[in-house]
């Protein structure tokens, strides 16, 4: 809010700050990590992967086998809102295919 006050022609104004944010910053990124789990198949993991994270087939297939042996990987890495539409999405086609596969956030 500014302060009513005289300008230098006389008149009658109001001056204001603006804080101006000059430099854009760098969103913080945040991991999708993928969860292995005894029960959900590979195939449909690299489906996962392939479908909602745009991995092509091999890439997919490594990100999978990395999760089965090593109980967690990152799937992608993305902005905050991005990431967790990311989650919801798994969550929601694994819902569908009624396997538990989890996934989480963790700041990169
Ligand atoms: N461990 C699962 C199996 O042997 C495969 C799997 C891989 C499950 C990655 C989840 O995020 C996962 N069928």
Known sequence: MGERREDLEGGVG?????????KLKEPKMYKVLLLND???????????LQSIFQRPNAEAVQIML?????????????????????VAQVESLAREFEFPLRCRLEEA
């Open 14 to 22: 109001v001056a204001t700050s603006t804080k101006v944010q000059r």
């Open 38 to 48: 005894d029960y959900t198949t590979m195939e449909f993991v690299v489906f996962v």
């Open 66 to 86: 990395h999760v089965h042996k090593n109980g967690m990987g990152v799937a992608g890495v993305y902005p905050h809102e991005i990431a967790e539409t990311r």
